[in-house]
């Protein structure tokens, strides 16, 4: 009878997840309260170590514009095409790592993985104090590429470990805050180009001091880091059930799920995998050109060296500010499409101001406006890609060609601001329209076809119920039940 009993109440259970696949699972009262507890305790034990990791990472890449200003051109003899190089290598094992790293971080655990890249990056990063020549800082800066080409596509991943499609995109608003605010961090560079220790120079002291302090953060996400809600020791068991519940409805276990060559098939052949990562690169674009350059092109305006590194942190400030306001009290009211437009389209008219204005107060006023748009956008843009992958493993691979894709904009920008090209850059603005151009118009195109499957399926019923919860994962985003989020 036991037996009996146990395997009805087994049977019962895998009917249920059948039925509830990409379905919101309804929670009585006291489940709700439970769930507001959990998610509370889920956001202080993940998104903090998560932030400063990725806070850290978006510094040890893009310090190389504060770098440039602050010694580094003259004390390594760098020529314009050096200095471009230096800036864009780095993207070339970024994006050749960047397919493989998801595939890694499910083979491991997200408490070995992200601590590990994170040392590994940390003391790339202080190695480029000791670079003689052009030739020493780019071979380290394609190993720092090598090492942080994990980390992005794999936190866009981890977060829909625990978070549901409704819950993921104020989350994704939190943690790509992190870009901007690296730029206000340019306040610590031109702290750490005072400290004098030895012979070092400026731009030496921002690479040790900054590295130093992302080693310390890696090393405290080894004790810190949960790798998947099943085992959260932090929840109670009450807790962990209506966490795990939700989520396997909304888009599968993390922990059971797995990739395969199939999977891989399905998110390389599927047009709005690839349409979704071409809107990246205007916003990588974007964010490469005020942190990597940014101080550069202040510094052309008639700026000290000095003065331009602390101007451009005022962009990181307001785009910082903005990423959290529209993240948080935007995501309901407005679909993601028509705020991706919208910033879009801000984006482009503070860019012309900037690039052909004469007016240096109002080519300045512009950049600082600049940081509103186009830091409010990334989060926005990669929060529309991932709730609407599917499952989790679609969504580990969609993120990773999503990151790659819109990188390739880093190998190109560096070389159009440059101190060749300065003070007009009309390449590289010229670049940068084009990219808003392409964002607009699939922005478009993908709104369209995705209201139009939404009506396909919602006139179109099937039943697919008798299939395991396991094959209806495999459906991915052409799952019966599955609608888009606009």
């Known amino acids: 009878m036991e037996k009996n009993s146990s395997q009805e109440t087994i049977n019962s259970h895998d009917n249920e997840e059948r039925k509830n696949v990409n379905r919101e699972v309804e929670l009585s009262l006291e489940d709700k309260k439970t769930l507001r507890r959990a998610i509370l305790k889920i956001d202080l ?3 903090p170590i998560m932030y400063l990791l990725y806070l850290s990472g978006a510094m040890d890449r893009s310090n190389i514009g504060a770098a440039m ?3 580094m051109v003259e004390k390594l003899h760098l020529t314009p095409t050096q200095q471009g190089s230096v800036g864009s290598l780095f993207f070339i094992t970024y994006i050749l790592f960047e397919p493989f790293a998801n595939i890694l971080l499910k083979r491991t655990r997200p408490s070995i993985w992200f601590p ?3 040392i590994g990056w940390s003391v790339t990063c202080m190695c480029l104090a000791a670079a003689q020549n052009s030739g020493q800082a780019i071979l380290i ?7 942080e080409a994990g980390f992005t596509p794999g936190m866009i991943t981890y977060l ?6 409704e819950d993921l995109g104020p989350r994704m608003s939190i943690m790509f805050s992190a870009l901007p605010a690296s730029g206000i961090v340019n306040l610590l560079y031109g702290a750490f180009a005072l400290i004098r220790i030895g012979n070092l120079i400026a731009y030496q002291s921002i690479f040790i001091f900054g590295g130093l302090i992302t080693l310390l953060i890696a090393i405290a996400a080894i004790f810190l880091i949960k790798d998947y809600p099943e085992h959260a020791t932090f929840l109670s068991d009450s807790e962990r059930l209506v966490v795990v519940k939700r989520i396997n409805a909304s888009q599968g276990s993390a922990e059971r799920s797995v990739i395969t060559l199939s999977t891989i098939k399905d998110a ?4 709005k995998v690839w349409a979704f990562a071409a809107l990246d690169l205007s916003r990588n674009n974007a964010f490469i050109v005020m942190g990597f350059v940014g101080p550069s092109i202040i510094k052309s305006f008639g700026y000290s060296s000095s003065t331009s590194t602390f101007l451009s942190s005022a962009v990181a400030i307001t785009g910082t500010i903005s990423t959290l306001v529209f993240g948080f009290f935007l995501q309901h009211s407005t679909p993601f499409y028509i705020r991706i437009l919208v910033m879009d389209l801000l984006s482009a008219i503070c860019f012309a101001i900037v690039a052909y204005s004469r007016n240096k107060i109002l080519r300045l006023v512009f950049i600082f406006i600049l940081g509103i748009p186009m830091y409010a956008v990334i989060p926005i843009t990669i929060s529309w890609m991932s709730i609407n992958a599917g499952s989790t493993q679609k969504r580990a691979l969609s993120s990773a ?7 390739i904009a880093g190998i190109v920008s560096p070389y159009l601001f440059t101190t060749a090209t300065a003070p007009a850059y009309t390449t590289g603005y010229a670049f940068a329209f084009a990219l808003y151009a392409l964002s607009f118009v699939l922005t478009s195109i993908l709104a369209f076809s995705l209201h139009r499957m939404n009506k396909s399926r919602d006139a179109n019923p099937r039943d697919v119920s008798h299939l395991s919860p396991e094959d209806q994962r495999a ?3 052409f799952h019966p039940n599955f609608r888009y989020i606009l």
């Open 475 to 477: 459906m991915h985003d």
């Open 116 to 118: 590990f890249i994170g």
């Open 401 to 407: 060609i999503f990151v790659m894709i819109g990188s």
């Open 141 to 147: 800066r394609l190993i720092l590429g090598v090492f």
């Open 69 to 71: 200003i602050n010694g």
């Open 45 to 47: 034990w993940i998104l």
């Open 160 to 165: 829909a470990y625990w978070y549901t499609r």
């Open 268 to 271: 390389v052949v599927d047009w």
